[in-house]
């Protein structure tokens, strides 16, 4: 098993940056992919990016040139810089673990989820 815990999330102005911070522990191992969703009220639930082991990345077409992530496989953590922010990008936002996918999909199985931070921008 791997339990994950996330850090970072607040109330930030439109324009303004977070970073967000996910450190796993446990079965640590076996993690492959990691990557960040969000929800936001009444909406599902979207991938906003995602890391596979060797560093390739990905990112929702909202998120491109303004969130950055990184993974840390010596710490066992990854983070998710977040630049520009707007109103829009509010939402609880989740790290997730794979341990058998190479790649992280919007439809992928995410066997492991962290408990959520909030982040809140204000306009």
């Known amino acids: 098993q791997v339990q994950l815990v996330e850090s970072g999330g607040g109330l930030v102005q439109a324009g303004g940056s977070l970073r967000l911070s996910c450190t796993a522990s446990?079965?640590?191992?076996?993690?492959?992919?990691t990557g960040w969703f969000r929800q936001a009220p009444g909406k599902a639930r979207e991938l906003v990016a995602s890391?596979?082991?060797?560093?390739?990345?990905s990112y929702q077409d909202s998120a491109k040139g303004r969130f950055t992530i990184s993974r840390d496989n010596a710490k066992n953590t990854w983070n998710l810089q977040m630049n520009s922010l707007k109103p829009e990008d509010t939402a609880v936002y989740y790290c997730?673990?794979?341990?058998?996918?190479?790649?992280?999909?919007?439809?992928?199985?995410?066997?492991?989820w962290g408990q959520g931070t909030q982040v809140t921008v204000s306009s």
């Open positions: 997730v673990a794979a341990d058998q996918s190479t790649f992280i999909l919007p439809g992928s199985f995410i066997p492991y």
């Open positions: 446990g079965d640590i191992y076996s993690i492959t992919a």
């Open positions: 890391i596979t082991t060797g560093g390739r990345t």
